[in-house]
Nanobody, 120 residues
Framework: QVHLVESGGGLVQAGGSLRLSCVASGSIWSINDMGWYRQGAGNSRELVADVLSSGSTHYDDSVKGRFTISRDNAKNTVYLQMNSLKPEDTAVYYC??????????????WGPGTQVVVSS
């Protein structure tokens, strides 16, 4: 079994910064894609950014230049540095990891989410 836990969410004023972390633990052989998604009130879950094991990254246009995704493969951890936050960034942020476990099974795992609230 694999578990993901996010941390770092909270309340911040517009223009401020937060750093989210997500640690994956359990029966992990390797992790390919690690990503951050968010879901605002009344909206569907959307991809914010993801990073491959090679280090290649992808960002949604709405966060380019403000957010930075990174990972520490040795710690099975992915980070999201969020700068210049806007009220529209308010959402529950989820991390997802594509994990290859010791049995050879590849599957996506999600964390429970961390709330980010940006006040104007």
């Amino acid at each position: 079994q694999v578990h993901l836990v996010e941390s770092g969410g909270g309340l911040v004023q517009a223009g401020g910064s937060l750093r989210l972390s997500c640690v994956a633990s359990g029966s992990i052989w390797s992790i390919n894609d690690m990503g951050w998604y968010r879901q605002g009130a009344g909206n569907s879950r959307e991809l914010v950014a993801d990073v491959l094991s090679s280090g290649s990254t992808h960002y949604d246009d709405s966060v380019k230049g403000r957010f930075t995704i990174s990972r520490d493969n040795a710690k099975n951890t992915v980070y999201l540095q969020m700068n210049s936050l806007k009220p529209e960034d308010t959402a529950v942020y989820y991390c997802k990891s594509q994990v290859l476990d010791y049995s050879g099974t590849r599957a996506d795992y999600w964390g429970p989410g961390t709330q980010v609230v940006v006040s104007s």
